[in-house]
């Protein structure tokens, strides 16, 4: 009776391990669903944003990006996996935004999303301190000819800009996918240039 109590306290402890490993996506592979994923960080912009995405996600083709994204204010970066069905997207807008506004441009972001597609459905929506910096985020769902999608957009300060992100993925696959989105997000780091001695 002892042992069977100890051994449940041991799967217990071992399957609640597994699943904080699980989401530790800078050390080593991820499990997701059927598969592993391997992180690795990544540069954008210059090398000034950095972050944790999966090794295998490559640029969409242009064609595709043209199909998926007709209006010429498609996003800046668009890594997708072979399918093209889960993506990360990255976009400098030319709106000024410093920390303070983070959280003002979410609800404003969020409301226009809403207005623009009644149909969307929302979920959470927030601000995350990553790196001392304001991350605002919120989650959809939203409908296309390929099915229903979730989306979770994020926003933060670059260079006194607006950056703009989006995960996205097959509904079906958010139950999976969605920790992991957020670990993502929260590996963002900002590479500030050293001002100080120039000589």
Known sequence: MEKRVDEKILDFINATEEKEARKDICSGPVKIRDRYYEFEETEFFEEKLKMYIPKDFEDMPMDARKFKYPSENRPDIIKCNEKEDIRITLKIIDSTLDEEQVEKLKDGMKESVKN??????????????????????????????????????????????????TFSCPYAEYGGWRDIAFEVIKTIRVIKEDKGDEN
């Open 116 to 165: 623009t597609n009644p149909i969307n459905v929302f979920y959470e929506d927030g601000v995350l301190e990553v790196d001392s910096k304001n991350i605002g985020f919120f989650e959809f769902k939203s409908y296309t000819i390929d099915g229903p999608l979730c989306n979770l957009m994020f926003f933060l300060e670059f260079e006194g800009k607006t950056l703009m992100g």
